[in-house]
C-alpha cells in the first residue's frame, strides 16, 4: 500500500504529475524515475480575456506541457495586451464572430472557454465543430440538457471535453481522497460543504441570469457540490433545499442568493451544504467519517489550502493551482493520461444534473430524486 510519504513525495517532486496512480502512455516519464516530461505541449487558445482568464495566463507561464497560442476576445484592446505579453502572432487571434476559422489554424490543439457561465454551451460547441478540444470553466452549461449536448457535440468531433475543476489536481484534496478510498477515515457518514462570498457590483453578469444561468448556486455552490461528490466518493441520489433571500432587488428572479442544501448517497451518508452571494469567510469541507475525519478550510479558494485530519495536520505545499491543471489536462489530451478524480465532460454534467434537482426542490418543497439518464 502507498504510504503518505510516498504519496507526498511523489507529489512535491513534481508540479505536474502524480506518476503512480496515473495511467500514463508508456515513455510519457521514461527518462528517470518518471519524472521529466515529455516534450510535446498542448497549444492553447483562451477565449473570454476577463478576470480568471488572466490567473489562468500568468499560471501557464510555469507550465511545461501548456502554452498560450491564441485568444479569442471581442475587446480589440485586450488582444493587443495579450498579444504583447504572450507573444501571440496576429494570425492566432479571434473575436466571437469569427473563431470558427480556427479550425484551419494548426498552431492551436484547445481552446480554454473562460466567459460568462450561459455562454459555455454555445460556444463550446463551437469549439468541437472547429476540430478543436475543449477546455470549459465550470459550471459546463446552465442545466443538465446543455451539459448531454456538450458532451455529445465533443464525442462527435472526436475531441476532449475537460472542466476546469481545478481542485481536482491539489494535494491537500488529493491526500484526503487517498486515505479515504484505502479506508483510513472508515464507512463515510457524513459531509458539509460551504461554499460563498458577498458578491459587490450589482451590475456584474454573475448577477444577471441571461449570462449566469442562476446565481450563487451555478458560481460558487457548485463547488459545495463537486466537493461532496469527490469527498464522500458517491454520486447523491436525492437532494432537499431551502432559499433565502434577504434582498429581492440585487437578487432577482432566477438569481439565488442564499440556499441551504442536503444530499443523500447510496450507501446512507448524507451530505449539509451551504451555498450563498452574501457571506464571507465561507469556504470549508468536512468529511466524516466512522475510523476519522478530513477538515479543509480555505478548501477550495485559490490557496494555500489548509488541511487536517483526525491523525494531524496535512497543509500540503502550494503549487499554483491552474500551472498544476493545465498541465495534467495537456497529459490527458496529449498522452491519454487519468486524472485521479475526474475532470470530463461527465463530471461536469453530473454537478448540472444536481443543480436542477436542487431547483426543483426548491420549486416544489419536496425531496428531489436525482436521476443520471
Ligand atoms: P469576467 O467577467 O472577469 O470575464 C469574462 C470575460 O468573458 C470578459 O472579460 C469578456 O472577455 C468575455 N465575455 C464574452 N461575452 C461577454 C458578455 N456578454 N459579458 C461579459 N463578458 C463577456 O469573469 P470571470 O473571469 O470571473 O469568469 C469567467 C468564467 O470563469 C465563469 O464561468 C466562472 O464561473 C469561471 N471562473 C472559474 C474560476 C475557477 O476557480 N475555476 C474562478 C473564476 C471564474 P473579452 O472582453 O475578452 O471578450
Redesign the pocket.
Same mark, same amino acid.
Given at each position: 500500500m502507498q504510504t503518505r510519504r510516498d504519496f507526498l513525495q511523489k507529489l512535491t517532486a513534481t508540479a505536474f504529475s502524480i506518476p503512480m496512480l496515473s495511467s500514463a502512455a508508456p515513455g510519457v516519464f521514461a527518462q528517470t524515475k518518471g519524472l521529466i516530461p515529455n516534450d510535446k505541449m498542448l497549444r492553447v487558445a483562451i477565449m +473570454? &480575456? +476577463?478576470? *480568471?482568464?488572466n490567473r489562468v495566463a500568468d499560471a501557464m507561464k510555469d507550465c511545461k506541457r501548456a502554452k498560450i497560442t491564441g485568444v479569442i476576445? @471581442?475587446?480589440p484592446s485586450?488582444i493587443t495586451d495579450w498579444q504583447a505579453r504572450f507573444n501571440i502572432p496576429a494570425k492566432n487571434c479571434y473575436n *466571437?464572430e469569427n473563431f470558427d476559422a480556427i479550425k484551419d489554424n494548426p498552431d492551436i490543439d484547445a481552446v480554454y472557454i473562460?466567459? /460568462?457561465?450561459a &455562454?459555455?454551451h454555445p460556444q463550446a460547441l463551437r469549439v468541437a465543430a472547429a476540430g478543436k478540444h475543449v477546455i470549459c470553466?465550470? /459550471?459546463m452549461s446552465i442545466n443538465a440538457q446543455e451539459g448531454r449536448e456538450m458532451i455529445e457535440a465533443c464525442k462527435k468531433a472526436g475531441v476532449h471535453l475537460l472542466i @476546469?475543476y481545478?481542485m481536482h489536481f491539489e494535494a491537500n484534496t488529493l491526500e484526503i481522497v487517498r486515505m479515504r478510498r484505502e479506508g483510513e477515515l472508515g464507512t463515510i457518514r457524513f459531509f458539509q460543504g460551504l461554499s460563498g462570498f458577498k458578491i459587490g457590483d450589482p451590475t456584474?453578469?454573475r448577477l444577471n441570469r441571461e &449570462?449566469a444561468g442562476g446565481g450563487a448556486m451555478m458560481?460558487i455552490g457548485i463547488y459545495a457540490i463537486n466537493g461532496a461528490r469527490y469527498m464522500v466518493g458517491e454520486e447523491p441520489i436525492w437532494v432537499t433545499a431551502q432559499e433565502v433571500k434577504t434582498d429581492p432587488v440585487k437578487f432577482r428572479e432566477g438569481v439565488d442568493e442564499t440556499i441551504t442544501f442536503q444530499l443523500g448517497f447510496p450507501s446512507g451518508a448524507i451530505a449539509s451544504c451551504l451555498s450563498t452571494y452574501n457571506m464571507n469567510y465561507l469556504d470549508k469541507f468536512y468529511l466524516n467519517g466512522d475510523k476519522g475525519f478530513a477538515e479543509m478550510q480555505p478548501s477550495t479558494g485559490y490557496g494555500p489550502i489548509r488541511s487536517w485530519t483526525h491523525k494531524g495536520r496535512l497543509d500540503l505545499p502550494h503549487v499554483t493551482h491552474q500551472t498544476t491543471q493545465m498541465d495534467e489536462m495537456a497529459a490527458m489530451i496529449l498522452d491519454g493520461k487519468k486524472a485521479i478524480i475526474p475532470v470530463d465532460g461527465e463530471e461536469g454534467w453530473k454537478d448540472m444534473v444536481i443543480i436542477d434537482a436542487i431547483f426543483e426542490s426548491i420549486r416544489t418543497g419536496q425531496k428531489a430524486e436525482i436521476k443520471y439518464v
Open positions: +473570454g &480575456l +476577463g478576470s *480568471y482568464a476576445s @471581442g475587446t485586450k *466571437y473562460i466567459t /460568462p457561465n &455562454l459555455h470553466e465550470k /459550471p @476546469g481545478r456584474q453578469w &449570462l458560481d
